[in-house]
Nanobody, 128 residues
Framework: QVQLVESGGGSVQAGDSLRLACVPS????????????MGWIRQAPGKEREFVAG???????IYADSVKGRFTISRDNAKNTVYLQMNSLKPQDTAVYYC??????????????????WGQGTKVTVSS
């Protein structure tokens, strides 16, 4: 069973940067992690989960309007790692950030229903 593990969350000031990372653990046989479309989704306190950024197996990316120009999703398939570089953080970016994988699709996707494996989340707190 493949699981995803996030790291890199923390408490920062507005304007600071953080980089989140996501790696797979467990049984990664079959379609390899490098071929999964991946995404970052966040959930702020008292709110629904919302899409943040997605990447296909290569370099095609998509972003929520709220993070365009500030966040960058990338992947290093040699290291089996997906990153979310977050710059110019704002208090409204405070949330638990989840890494998620789409093991069936090949395109970056904003649809949360397309993601069939999820990590446990890493908390990001941005204070003003």
């Amino acid at each position: 069973q493949v699981q995803l593990v996030e790291s890199g969350g923390g408490s920062v000031q507005a304007g600071d940067s953080l980089r989140l990372a996501c790696v797979p653990s467990g049984d990664t046989s079959g379609r390899t992690f490098a071929n999964y479309a991946m995404g970052w989704i966040r959930q702020a306190p008292g709110k629904e989960r919302e899409f943040v950024a997605g990447i296909n197996w290569s370099t095609d990316t998509i972003y929520a309007d709220s993070v365009k120009g500030r966040f960058t999703i990338s992947r290093d398939n040699a290291k089996n790692t997906v990153y979310l570089q977050m710059n110019s953080l704002k208090p409204q970016d405070t949330a638990v950030y989840y890494c998620a994988g789409d093991r069936v699709g090949w395109r970056a996707t904003m649809r949360l229903d397309d993601y069939d494996i999820w990590g446990q989340g890493t908390k990001v707190t941005v204070s003003s």
